[in-house]
């Protein structure tokens, strides 16, 4: 074996390994994990969906910690950091435990001489799932990386499988309408296992799918529902009820949702890991996740959001628009080149007064030069400028130079979009005038 001694030789050596064609079934995971002996004795819960997957993720993690138990994550993909994909009891796990597992399953791989094929997620995914299970845990929180039926994570049999909101995404793997996609999210659910679907419209490929399997269906709207005001809320379902709840940390009208669908779980889950309405109150009350409508006081104002479909666009445009007035909206936005582009950039479009284009460090992205011409053509307001960045982080000094300090800057498009803000830290902005 070459030697590979850091976390970046194992992600690079993960990264050449990845075929060039590559049959799209489990088989060779679901091969090199039963040579690993990977097992979970806890619950495992499984998240899939288009958008919400990694605030529900963190919304049951932050709630489960509360009632002290000892949690594993594992969320997709991550905003500077690879470590950032697994949290072992609320914290991020370091580099060297994670390379102690990437060896164990370049070894269940080439067991042998009989060497299998695995792509870059598929493998890292084994590593951070055999971290998972040598850790002493309560309970198992995996967010899908892609579709559900084919990822890696539904290897393992969810003992509650949750479906959020279902919207047009990765068209060329999954199909191009919700009742394709949703058929994909739906391979998660197990015979007899509660399945939480929290999209208040899903496609009805997904009941279908859980009438299908025998699978037990809690459905927003029919087994449980959530109502609020301006300060509290409160959720009802199968023999439970939360009323005077405070609103989850996490910004966003999108958030009740996800949260609903979260105290879903917990109901179905209550036999094996009961928590108590305290916890419930204090872990949704404390709930973080960066790039997710996070708002960075300052002058500007900055708005980080990792939005990029048109339905997650659409809410951003949402809870931009409740923010109340700002003289002006810069917008920092970079994209993947395959992403559909048109609906997102109308939607969000009468909100934006300047527009800064970025490149960002992959190869799927779509160039800064390319996303300014792409907006151009569409003419949906001659009024807002434009311009073009090499990264994220010059466009943001450029628009920090060119705001005023009551302005708000809104950074959106990607995960790349957003880490590139992050990688230094959270930025505090100042504008110009107001430090001179």
């Known amino acids: ?22 049959d799209m079934g489990l088989e060779r995971v679901r ?22 997957k990694g605030s529900t993720c963190a919304m049951l993690e932050a709630v489960l910690l509360q009632a002290g138990y000892r949690t594993g994550v594992y969320t997709s993909p991550h905003l500077v950091h690879f470590e950032e994909r697994c949290r072992v009891r609320g914290d991020i796990v370091n580099a060297t435990d994670l390379i102690a597992c990437f060896a164990r399953v370049e070894r269940a791989r080439v067991q042998n001489g009989d060497e299998i094929s695995l792509s870059y997620f598929e493998f890292t995914t084994l590593a951070i799932l055999q971290l998972l299970a040598d850790a002493p845990l309560d309970v198992v929180i995996l967010e899908v990386g892609l579709g559900g039926r084919l990822d890696a994570v539904n290897i393992l049999d969810a003992d509650c499988a949750v479906i959020t909101s279902i919207d047009l995404d990765h068209m ?22 509660p399945v939480v679907v929290s999209d208040p ?38 023999g439970r009820r939360y009323a005077g709840l405070a609103y989850p940390a996490l910004r966003g009208a999108n958030q009740l949702v996800n949260a609903a669908g979260v105290l879903a779980a917990l109901t179905a889950l209550r036999d094996r890991l009961p928590v108590t309405a305290q916890a419930v109150r204090v872990g949704l009350s404390m709930v973080e996740l960066p790039g997710r409508f996070q708002i960075i006081p300052g002058q500007p104002t900055l708005v980080l959001d990792v939005a990029h479909n048109p339905h997650s666009v659409a809410a951003l445009t949402a809870n931009l628009d409740a923010m109340g007035y700002y003289p002006c909206t810069h917008a920092v936005f970079g994209a993947m080149a395959d992403k559909d582009l048109a609906p997102m ?40 400028g434009a311009s073009a960045y090499k990264s994220p982080g010059e466009a943001l000094q450029a628009a920090v130079k060119a705001a005023d300090p009551a302005d708000r800057i809104a950074v959106f498009g990607s995960f790349y979009t957003v880490g590139g803000i992050l990688k230094d830290g959270v930025p505090r902005l100042l504008a110009p005038h107001l430090a001179a």
């Open 1 to 22: 074996m070459e030697q590979l001694t850091t976390l970046d030789d194992w992600l690079a050596h993960c990264e050449r390994l990845h075929p060039k064609t590559i």
């Open 31 to 52: 091969a090199v994990a039963q040579r690993m002996g990977l097992a979970f004795a806890c619950p495992v819960i499984t998240v899939a969906g288009t958008n919400g």
């Open 172 to 193: 060329e793997l999954l199909g191009n309408n919700r009742e394709s996609i949703g058929r994909e999210k739906a391979g998660i659910m197990r015979a007899g296992k």
């Open 201 to 238: 419209v899903p496609p009805q490929s997904i009941l279908d799918h859980a009438a299908e399997v025998d699978a037990d269906l809690w459905r927003l709207g029919h087994d449980f529902n959530f109502s609020g005001d301006k300060q509290q809320w409160g959720w009802a379902g199968r």
């Open 345 to 384: 950039l109308a939607r969000i479009a009468p909100l934006i007064d300047q527009w800064y284009f970025t490149d960002l460090p992959t190869p799927r992205a779509a160039s800064a030069e390319d996303l300014r011409a792409r907006w151009q053509a569409l003419k949906l307001r001659p009024d807002a």
